[in-house]
T-cell receptor, first 110, second 115 residues
Framework: GQSLEQPSEVTAVEGAIVQINCTYQTSGFYGLSWYQQHDGGAPTFLSYNGLDGLEETGRFSSFLSRSDSYGYLLLQELQMKDSASYFCAVLRGGYNKLIFGAGTRLAVHP | EAGVAQSPRYKIIEKRQSVAFWCNPISGHATLYWYQQILGQGPKLLIQFQNNGVVDDSQLPKDRFSAERLKGVDSTLKIQPAKLEDSAVYLC?????????????FGPGTRLLVL
């Protein structure tokens, strides 16, 4: 079978740093993606890790450890607009197929 | 560049009725995906097209759901008859190519409520 686990909710204050963890169990693992979704909005792509290590994109970084079946999304200098749900998604080998986790709801407070 | 367009944005129907959703992908995108997102869950892939051919429909409940992409551009997803558990957001996404790591771009979704 396949499963992804991530915390259901995280809260933080403006300007802080938050880390959202994701552990996965799946066959045919190819890479790990992260998507952001505001309430009522469309999921938007944030980051992708195909190899072990850290990928940095502005205030967002993502990490992958294939040997630990683990990844995380790091958000720095939090802003109110970062309040959203964040989904990790396993990319399975084959036809660009994504398997999404249940999402982590991030609330950023002043 | 225009994004993925979907209509309608909202739909309320009674169980056992039928409903159809429409998606227009980003211009030039060969691959189109339909996802179902139940409240509090992540999107779940229902069906994936490459041009007008089906690549993966392993998670599509084929007894009640159908989808087509006849000319390799627009797509329609239909539910007939609807059940209460079909209440969800139906998201359409597209990617330029059918290739690993190709970014999927999502539309705003159609929110379906089945009463």
């Amino acid at each position: 079978g396949q499963s992804l686990e991530q915390p259901s909710e995280v809260t933080a204050v403006e300007g802080a740093i938050v880390q959202i963890n994701c552990t996965y169990q799946t066959s045919g693992f190819y890479g790990l993606s992260w998507y952001q979704q505001h309430d009522g909005g469309a999921p938007t792509f944030l980051s992708y890790n195909g190899l072990d290590g850290l990928e940095e994109t502005g205030r967002f970084s993502s990490f992958l450890s294939r040997s630990d079946s683990y990844g995380y999304l790091l958000l720095q200098e939090l802003q109110m607009k970062d309040s959203a749900s964040y989904f990790c998604a396993v990319l399975r080998g084959g036809y660009n197929k994504l398997i999404f986790g249940a999402g982590t709801r991030l609330a950023v407070h002043p | 560049e225009a994004g993925v367009a979907q209509s309608p944005r909202y739909k309320i129907i009674e169980k056992r009725q039928s409903v159809a959703f429409w998606c227009n992908p980003i211009s030039g995108h060969a691959t189109l995906y339909w996802y179902q997102q139940i409240l509090g869950q992540g999107p779940k892939l229902l069906i994936q097209f490459q041009n007008n051919g089906v690549v993966d429909d392993s998670q599509l409940p084929k007894d009640r759901f159908s989808a087509e992409r006849l000319k390799g551009v627009d797509s329609t997803l239909k539910i007939q008859p609807a059940k209460l558990e079909d209440s969800a957001v139906y998201l359409c996404a597209s990617s330029l190519l059918l290739r690993q790591q190709e970014t999927q771009y999502f539309g705003p979704g159609t929110r379906l409520l089945v009463l």
